[in-house]
C-alpha cells in the first residue's frame, strides 16, 4: 500500500523537488501539489484525501497556521507535517497548538524526511530533535507513572501555551518575573524537557490546553 500525500507550497522549484523525493520512497505517493492553504482545501473538497499533507507555513492566500486551524475542525484524519524554514519558537508553537503533528526544517536530510513520514504513520505524530529535544519521553510516559502537578504549575502551564512572554505570565499570576523563571525551571526538570516547545507539547498532550 502506497500512502497518499498532498505537499502545500508556493514555491513551486521548491514543491517539485519535494514530489520527486516523495515519490522515489516506495511506501508514499504524492497526489497533487497546492500552491496555498485555500488551494489545498478546494481540492479536499472534490478530491480524494491524502494521508498526509506537507505544508509550507508563510504562503500567500492562505498560510499554514490558518489553514491547520480548519483541517483539525474538518479533516481530524489528514496528519499535517509542517515544513518550514522558520524555526523560530512561537512560529513553532502556533503551528502545533493547531494542530500539526509535527515540524520539518526545510534543510532536514532525506533519510530523516523519510523517517519522519514512516513515524507520522505509524505513530500519529513526529517531533524532531530540533523542535522537540527530549519531550517525547515526558510525554509517552506510562500513565500510572503520571507527573503529579501543583495548581499554581497548571495555571503557568496554560499560560505557557499563550502568546504571552514570561514577563506578562508574571503579571497575570502576581508574581516575581524571578519566580516565574522559578517555575519554569522546576518544570523543565520535572517534566524532562528543555525548552518553552517542550512545555507546550506537554501541556497539549495531558490535555492541559486543549487545541
Do not use: W
Not at 520527486?20 to 482545501?41: D, M, P, R, S, T
Request: charged share 25%; hydrophobic share 40%.
Amino acid at each position: 500500500m502506497k500512502y497518499k500525500v498532498v505537499v502545500v507550497d508556493d514555491h513551486i522549484l521548491f514543491a517539485q523537488a519535494l514530489e520527486n523525493l516523495v515519490n522515489n520512497f516506495e511506501e508514499f505517493h504524492v497526489l497533487y501539489h497546492a500552491k496555498n492553504g485555500q488551494e489545498f482545501l478546494q481540492n479536499l473538497e472534490q478530491s480524494e484525501h491524502p494521508h498526509i499533507a506537507l505544508m509550507d507555513i508563510n504562503m500567500p492566500v492562505l498560510n499554514g497556521i490558518e489553514t491547520m486551524k480548519v483541517l483539525n475542525k474538518d479533516y481530524p484524519d489528514i496528519k499535517v507535517l509542517a515544513l518550514s524554514m522558520d524555526n523560530d519558537e512561537h512560529t513553532i508553537i502556533k503551528m502545533l497548538k493547531a494542530g500539526a503533528k509535527g515540524y520539518l526544517l526545510k534543510d532536514i536530510h532525506p533519510t530523516a524526511f523519510h523517517s519522519a513520514l514512516k513515524t507520522v504513520i505509524k505513530k500519529g505524530f513526529y517531533y524532531s530533535d530540533e523542535v522537540a529535544n527530549t519531550v517525547m519521553t515526558s510525554m509517552h510516559k506510562p500513565e500510572n507513572d503520571e507527573i503529579q502537578l501543583k495548581e499554581r504549575e497548571i495555571e503557568f502551564l496554560k499560560l505557557v501555551c499563550t502568546e504571552k512572554t514570561y514577563k506578562e505570565i508574571a503579571s497575570e499570576m502576581c508574581l516575581s518575573p524571578k519566580t516565574i523563571d522559578g517555575y519554569r525551571e522546576a518544570l523543565f526538570e520535572k517534566l524532562h524537557v528543555k525548552s518553552r516547545i517542550g512545555l507546550v507539547l506537554y501541556a497539549i498532550k495531558h490535555h492541559l490546553y486543549k487545541i
